[in-house]
Every structure is written in C-alpha cells, then in structure tokens.
C-alpha cells in the first residue's frame, strides 16, 4: 500500500503554492523552536489552521520509550499513522553527542537468522516522512528531555528494515537531513545486507547523496553466508567484489568511505581460517574498513564469540594488512543493540 507523503497531501491542499512553500514548511519541521503548525509563522493563519485540522506535524507517536542501565541508550517504540510500531534508538557516541539509529522497514524480510526483526517478516516499507521523522522525534525528546548534549551528529540507518529495499524513499529521507540539519553526509552510515541490484542503482544514481555504505558480509563463503543470511545472491562475493571495485574507481575520494561489516559467531565464522579469508578478500578489494560486531543474543542456537576470540580475530586481520575495528555493544539489556529489535518494549 502506497501512504501520500506530507508534501503530497498539501499539493493536494494547495495545488497553485509555489514550490519554496512546501521547503518553508520542511524547514520549520527541522527548526528546534517550532513544535506544531501554528508556529511556521510564514503560512497564513488560515492555512495553518487548515494543516493542523489534517496533516500530522509528525508522523509517529511515542508508544514506550527504555533507558539502558548505564543512561547511554535510550529506545522508543513509536506508532505510525495506521498501527504499525517501529523502533528507533538513541545511542551516546564517543564525541559525548548522540548518535540515532533509524528503521527503514516495519518489519524485515531478509530473514537473517541471527537477527530479532528477521523473524518477524516484513509488514511494509515506511514512507520517506516516518524514515525522517525518527531523526524529529529524537530532537524534540532532547530538546524537552535536557540532557547536557543535545546535538545528535550521527545518523546510522541501522534499525528496523533493509534500508536498500526501500529505495526511494530511503533517498528522499536522506536528501531532507542533509537539507535541513547540520548532519553530514559522511555521518551518516546506510547498512545494507548487500542488495546488489540496489547497489548498482546507487552507483549510477547521480541523485544519490554521498552518505556513507555499511555492507554486511558475515562470512567470506558463499555457504555459510547463505546460512546466516538467507537472501545472499549467487556468486554474491565475486558480484561484491567487482561492485566494489567499480565504486572506488567511481568515487576516488575519501567522502565514499565503504565499511564490511562482520557479526562474529561463535565456532561459526571466528575462526583463525575464517580471519585470514576475510582478510584476503578485502585485500583484493582495497581500502574498505572491516567493523567487527559482537553478537547479541537473540538465538538460542547462536553464541557470542568470546572476547579473546574476538581480539585473536581482529589481531589475525591486523597482521594481513587490513584496517580494523571492533564495534562497541550498546544497549543490550533493553534490546536496543545490533539486530535485537523487535517491538517487544
Ligand atoms: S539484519 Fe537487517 S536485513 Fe537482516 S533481517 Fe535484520 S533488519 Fe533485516
């Protein structure tokens, strides 16, 4: 099912508005004064009035919200225009300002088996206004929830969702933050289980804004990758080898920054064997980082890697020559961490 946009259901309001209309309004949804229609003071009163009565200023309420133990992490569930939850995750990062990881989907359908939101099939794509509103929702919070560092400098398409197979309006919800915030374009991080298609798109997408790409390997053989992540491609290594490749011949600049991102498992692919061809495949490649995650527990047939495991792992990776880290784990005990959430707040 298709949902008007915002945008679109005031052309259908007010046909014969010229276009810096609708960015007066984008604007005002973005500036950290203004909390509903009555105050973008450069509409009528009438057309306020009229908004207000029809067009929600934002598109998701709060449904609960979590703190983590340490008051690092804060997890909503927020409801969207017909029922649908969704999660979105406030998270503080090392520069002591907030870092939001948004949703994509309700619900997912890549079905990846180490993952709480595969499991729970995809209910729909979300509309460009629900992808950007998680970043409003999170400014309003802290502008009332007065936190002692209010700026969010970091976005990460992380939560809910297969960003990639929401295209489009993953695009124009990431075009309005760059339009209407201080926030970067390289911080922002678009993670992608590897859609090749997708991928290819946004190689010849001229349209596409210069955010940062996250690709999710999680092994190194076309075997074991299929298990953990049922939806790989064939011959997905060699395909992402040489989209890869072609994106840095593309885009030789360091704004085009590429990340593989590897979930170790425990005595599944944490391996000295698995390390080194790891390492040897981003070799070939060049200049893309590998961020090492810790598995958190959503499985009962799947285990976290032991952090000398872990550490033997990244230290393997050192040794090839390969740019490395290990991603911080936050907010587990309220499952707001990597691949945990699951509307179950
Ligand atoms: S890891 Fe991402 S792509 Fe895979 S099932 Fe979970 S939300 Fe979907």
Request: aromatic share 10%; hydrophobic share 40%; glycine share 6%.
């Amino acid at each position: 099912m298709d949902y008007a946009s915002r945008q679109q259901q005031f052309m259908e309001f007010y046909p014969a508005e010229p276009a810096f209309r609708w960015a007066q309004i984008e604007r005002g949804f973005f500036n950290p004064k203004f909390s509903g229609w009555n105050d973008v003071l450069n509409l009528s009163k009438a057309m306020r009035q009229n908004l207000a009565d029809n067009i929600p200023w934002i598109s998701a309420k709060l449904s609960n919200l979590q703190k983590d133990k340490a008051g690092d992490v804060f997890k909503a569930a927020l409801e969207l225009a017909d029922g649908q939850k969704i999660e979105t995750v406030l998270m503080k990062n090392k520069r002591g300002q907030w870092s939001v990881c948004a949703s994509s989907q309700a619900g997912c359908a890549m079905e990846c088996g180490f993952c709480a939101t595969g499991k729970m099939g995809l209910a729909r794509n979300l509309t460009s206004d629900e992808i950007a509103d998680q970043l409003r929702f999170w400014l309003y919070w802290l502008r009332e929830n007065k936190t002692g560092a209010e700026r969010v400098s970091n976005i990460v398409i992380m939560g809910m969702g297969e960003p990639l197979a929401n295209y489009d309006n993953l695009k124009t919800a990431l075009k309005t933050w760059l339009r209407y915030t201080d926030i970067g374009a390289t911080h922002i991080t678009v993670s992608t289980v590897g859609l090749l298609p997708q991928l290819e798109q946004l190689l010849n997408d001229q349209n596409w804004p210069p955010v940062r790409l996250a690709v999710s390997l999680h092994a190194v053989d076309q075997k074991l990758r299929e298990q953990i992540i049922p939806s790989t491609a064939p011959d997905f290594f060699i395909k992402l080898a040489d989209w890869a490749k072609r994106y840095f011949k593309k885009y030789g600049n360091r704004r085009h920054h590429l990340t593989f991102e590897y979930l170790l498992l425990q005595n599944i692919n944490d391996r000295p064997q698995d390390a080194k061809l790891l390492a040897d495949y981003v070799n070939k490649i060049g200049r893309v980082k590998i961020n090492l995650i810790p598995y958190n527990k959503t499985s009962a047939r799947l285990g976290r890697s032991a952090d000398e495991q872990m550490e033997q792992f990244l230290a393997m990776l050192e040794k090839n020559g390969t740019v490395v880290t290990i991603r911080r784990s936050l907010g587990e005990d309220i499952s707001a961490a990597c691949g945990q959430l699951a509307n179950k707040s």
